[in-house]
């Protein structure tokens, strides 16, 4: 079986670091010397030993050079190798998704028999629902506290079910135990007589892992792009699903299609011709697109991505400040970036009373808010419940991780432009937004936020406005979403995909509202090939001087405080 990532969580007194240290002691995975260390310091101290001190003398072993990852501790019991993501808190936790911490199969939450559920228990709770782990554990600590009972165990135990369910988490197993003695951590202890289930540790190696994503749709995040001798090699990390070489796909946002002819490698040895999750890869494709970091691969016929530049979602907050409406954030998505602004909060829940607040002015350190995002580019992702890779993100303040969060939905409706939809496919197009050149501000200017409309098959159009004119026929051509759109009696007729798109001799207009400069069949595939050809913001330039008229189709007017 695969390694299996676990993570533990619990309020800062709860014994997480007892356990944890009672783990590596016992499945013999400390490095040489270190129990002794730490028995030494005990007897030179007066203290007792305590398990959680291994913990400590693992990290001076760390900061000596031994290459020991600073959040990640690797055991193994005869069944598999594990590996713990040490989270001591939820804004370390949460920093930890950006490296993977989120992609934890299974998660511990610990809680002290003794003081039972407290406020900083639920919020982890909250914060493993948002993450999304499903496979989720309540070890009940120090027993040996409480004289093992098990009419506490219960109480504890009804208490923390409770509260999981109102959050719509049934935990997969609830476990009396004792770190500090060693009691049902990896063998049944008497003192736990009336308990009949399982161990930690057996629990542990039952618990399955990556295999069950095998199946799923592709999901494909890039993580960057690297040109090799005449290769341009696709890298990324497989967060669902297989690929095989040979299989159709598309890259979103453009949802531009292509064929897998190639996974790099530098032997003849490595050569292989599947990947799966988990795995990383160098992909090789037959088309030389402009790929880039943040884009998504799917298989041709797999269930697509959402794409928009706005989208609803749960958040965490943890920053020092206030997350106010209009402030701006990084928004870290799987290897996606882009800027996003704070729209509207919709509503704000405490997560540890779960009491609910409508239309708040800001979002408060601990509180989960339900928040509408205005991104600066469009990009691809998945609503959580469907995908929890391509669905959950981490926002950052300037350098500070300052709050995470999951996608409940892509907020197409208010995109900024137009939306055109036949029902399946769904594209955005600016050609109806006004623009301006205001001689005060002596800058170009839109001149207000048009009202935003969803055309459908044979919905008519307006043709004329301030600053636009258009024909009664054209085709609408979208690079960027991979799409076209067919006006016909200033009315859709048609909408597609733009490689099924068929040049019938009409003028042809981009997404913004500029004419494109083709007037064949055999010109329009040299326009195709050459934006595939483009790799950066130059090349983009010079393609779009050459192709696009800025004033056939849009005029630029003076005005001075005009408003629509």
């Known amino acids: 079986m695969s390694e299996l990532k676990i993570v533990f969580v619990g309020h800062v007194d709860h014994g997480k670091s007892t356990i944890i240290g009672r783990l590596l002691y016992d499945t013999k995975s400390l490095p040489q010397g270190v129990v002794d260390k730490v028995q030494r310091i005990a007897d030179e101290t007066g203290k007792d030993f305590e398990f959680a001190y291994l913990l400590d003398a693992f990290a001076e072993e760390r900061q000596q050079g031994i290459t020991i990852d600073t959040t990640q501790l690797k055991f193994s019991t005869a069944t598999r190798d594990y ?17 993977g911490a989120a992609n934890a199969n299974a998660a511990f939450l610990v809680i002290d028999a003794q003081a039972g559920v407290q406020e900083q228990s639920r919020r982890h709770a909250y914060l493993l629902s948002l993450l999304g782990i499903k496979k989720i554990f309540v070890l009940v ?22 509260f999981l369910a109102t959050i719509k988490i049934t935990p997969q197993r609830i476990i009396p135990i004792s770190g500090f003695v060693g009691d049902n951590v990896t063998e049944h202890s008497e003192n736990l007589s009336w308990y009949a289930g399982e161990t930690l540790i057996d629990t542990l190696d039952k618990i399955s892992g990556v295999e069950e994503n095998f199946s799923a749709a592709l999901r494909l995040p890039i993580q960057d792009v690297y040109k090799f001798d005449e290769r341009r090699i696709i890298a990324g990390r497989i967060e669902s699903g297989k690929l095989n070489v040979g299989d159709k796909i598309k890259i979103f946002p453009e949802g531009r299609q292509t064929v897998v002819i190639e996974f790099a490698h530098w032997q003849e040895r490595d050569k292989k011709f599947s990947a799966q999750t988990g795995e990383s890869v160098g992909v090789i494709v037959a088309d030389e697109f402009f790929n880039r970091r943040g884009e998504i691969i799917t298989l041709a016929n797999d269930s697509p991505p959402k794409v928009s530049n706005r989208l609803r979602a749960s958040v965490f907050w943890l920053g020092k400040n206030f997350l106010t409406v209009g402030k701006s954030y990084k928004l870290k998505l799987a290897t996606a970036e882009v800027e996003a602004t704070v729209e509207k909060i919709i509503l704000t829940v405490d997560a540890a009373t779960l009491q609910r607040q409508e239309n708040p002015s800001a979002l408060k350190l601990n509180d989960v808010g339900e928040i509408i995002f205005k991104l600066k580019d469009k990009i691809a992702f998945d609503e959580f419940g469907t995908f929890q890779a391509t669905g959950r993100f981490v926002l950052m303040d300037g350098c500070d991780v300052a709050g995470g969060g999951i996608v409940l939905d892509a907020q197409t409706s208010e995109a900024d432009g137009t939306i055109f939809t036949d029902g399946k496919l769904t594209f955005c197009a600016e050609l109806f937004n006004e623009f301006y050149y205001d001689v005060e501000q002596r800058k170009i200017t839109q001149v207000a936020e048009i009202e935003n409309v969803t055309y459908k098959i044979g919905d008519e159009i307006p043709t004329k406005g301030f600053s636009y004119e258009y024909p009664a026929d054209f085709d609408l051509i979208l690079l960027r979403e991979g799409g076209f759109v067919k006006i016909r009696g200033a009315k859709v007729i048609s909408i597609g995909r733009l490689e099924n798109y068929t040049f019938e001799k009409v003028p042809l207009v981009n997404g913004r509202g500029f004419g494109v400069k083709v007037n064949s069949a055999e010109s329009f595939a040299h326009f195709l090939n050459e934006f595939a050809a483009v790799e950066n913001s130059r090349d983009l330039a010079d393609f779009s001087n050459k192709y696009f008229f800025l004033n056939q189709f849009r005029e630029l007017k003076f005005y001075f405080d005009y408003v629509i």
């Not at 040490?86 to 370390?92: F, L, Q, V, W």
């Not at 600590?141 to 409770?162: C, P, Q, T």
């Open 83 to 99: 590996l713990i993501i040490d989270a001591p808190g939820h804004k370390e936790f949460l920093k930890n998704m950006i490296s």
């Open 141 to 162: 600590n120090k027993m040996d506290l409480v004289g093992y009972s098990a009419l506490r165990f219960l109480e504890v135990s009804d208490d923390i079910k409770n």
